[in-house]
């Protein structure tokens, strides 16, 4: 019997993308798997249950789907209903985020679930590159923060001469350049914006100069390259030197990007309340760091807009990619359908775990959480090591 793949309906508030689009479904049939989709999955994608059913899945309900499915592909992590479905001998694959939701991983463990997270890939794997959903979704992202700066923001991003008189191009600042970050900064050069980055890992000046930004050196050299191409955290003095300087250079902006991550942490605060109240009015922030975690900028709040005393709008959208959702899930169903067929053998799933990609991600496995970095935050005593 082929091992059974299915698509589920995403339950989280907001959630428009899908794991697998129809386009995504051909390698899979090809290497023996049958794919059953969740009725009404891409929905938000605005993908037609009859377009899965034309590239060769079969719809099903959700009850036969969790019943009968091997593994469930998803985008989000499975919430209340969704995760007490899935049962032993299941697979599921996602953004599980399993550095920030331990328990969900124990209680997966504990049902005989295997979790498999898309955001614990190597990164710096050039063979994970097509599974590396982070970055595929980071990019989205990045790119449209810098439409919502322009869109909130009261002018023109490019330098334009009319006859009317002349607009001068926006001066926009990225903090953080990694994917999203990269990706924000040539958007904003096409827009015609004037940009300036900054990053900890002195090895991202020269890719935001190639994009055409300019890179902002402090006075005060930190490198805080960590592991696996990430940024580690600041040491507190670190930190305060960067944010004397940083508030300058913040203060001349008309729009600033924030994307700055550590993972499995709170994001670090880049812009204070200070350094605001010390932009024109008019300027504008997105904070893309923002979730229930906190943000890069003191004043935002996940998934609000709020307007300043001194006329600062601070948008701090909590998930972008799915407000691109066609783009997005099409992205992501090639980065799991890779995952996926990483991991199968003869049709059948075949867990090597000497594998670097396969381990990992692979969270949980025969009854145990199997991740040690996810193990070090179950510890009675490892608290938050
Ligand atoms: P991320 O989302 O974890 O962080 C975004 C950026 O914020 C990073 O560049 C980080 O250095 C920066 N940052 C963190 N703390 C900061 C601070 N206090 N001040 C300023 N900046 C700060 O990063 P990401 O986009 O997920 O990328 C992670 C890594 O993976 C990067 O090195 C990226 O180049 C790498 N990557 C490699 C490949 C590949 O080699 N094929 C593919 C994709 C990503």
């Given at each position: 019997m082929p091992m059974k793949v299915g698509v589920a309906r995403e339950s989280a508030a907001g959630e428009r993308r899908v794991a697998l689009v129809p386009e995504a479904l051909g390698k899979l049939t090809a290497a023996g798997l049958e794919v059953l989709v969740e009725a009404g999955a891409g929905a938000g994608a605005a993908i037609p249950d009859a377009a899965f059913a034309d590239a060769g899945a079969r719809v099903v309900s959700a009850d036969e789907l969790y019943a009968t499915s091997d593994v469930i592909l998803r985008v989000q992590k499975p919430a209340g209903a969704d995760a007490a479905r899935l049962r032993s001998g299941q697979t599921v694959i996602g953004l599980l985020q399993p550095l920030l939701d331990p328990p969900l991983m124990q209680t997966l463990a504990a049902a005989g679930v295997t979790a498999v997270s898309l955001d614990a890939i190597p990164r710096t794997l050039s063979r994970a590159q097509t599974m590396d959903a982070l970055s595929s979704q980071a990019n989205v992202g990045g790119y449209k923060a810098v439409l919502i700066a322009a869109n909130t923001y009261g002018r023109y991003f490019p330098l334009l001469t009319t006859a009317a008189g002349t607009a001068k191009p926006a001066n926009v600042l990225i903090l953080g350049i990694g994917v999203a970050g990269l990706q924000a900064i040539g958007t904003a050069r096409r827009l015609g914006a004037v940009v300036s980055a900054y990053d900890v890992r002195p090895e991202t000046a020269e890719q935001a100069e190639s994009l055409g930004a300019k890179f902002v050196r402090l006075k005060t050299s930190i490198d805080a390259t960590g592991t696996g191409g990430y940024a580690r955290e600041l040491t507190p003095e670190e930190r305060a030197a960067q944010q004397a300087e940083l508030n300058e250079v913040i203060a001349n902006q008309d729009v600033v990007i924030t994307t700055a991550q550590i993972p499995g942490r709170k994001p670090p605060v880049l812009v204070t309340a200070e350094a605001v109240g010390a932009m024109r009015s008019g300027s504008v922030i997105v904070d893309m760091a923002a979730s229930a975690l906190g943000?890069?900028?003191?004043?935002s709040r996940a998934g609000e807009t709020v307007v300043t005393d001194n006329g600062v709008t601070i948008v701090a959208p909590e998930n972008l990619p799915a407000s691109m959702p066609s783009s997005s899930s099409l992205f992501y169903a090639r980065n799991i359908s890779a995952l996926l067929l990483n991991m199968v053998k003869d049709g059948n799933l075949a867990l090597d775990f000497e594998e670097e990609v396969t381990k990992s991600t692979v969270i949980t496995h025969g009854g145990a959480v199997v991740s040690e970095a996810v193990q070090k935050l179950l510890a009675p005593a490892g608290g938050n090591a």
């Open positions: 943000g890069n900028c003191e004043l």
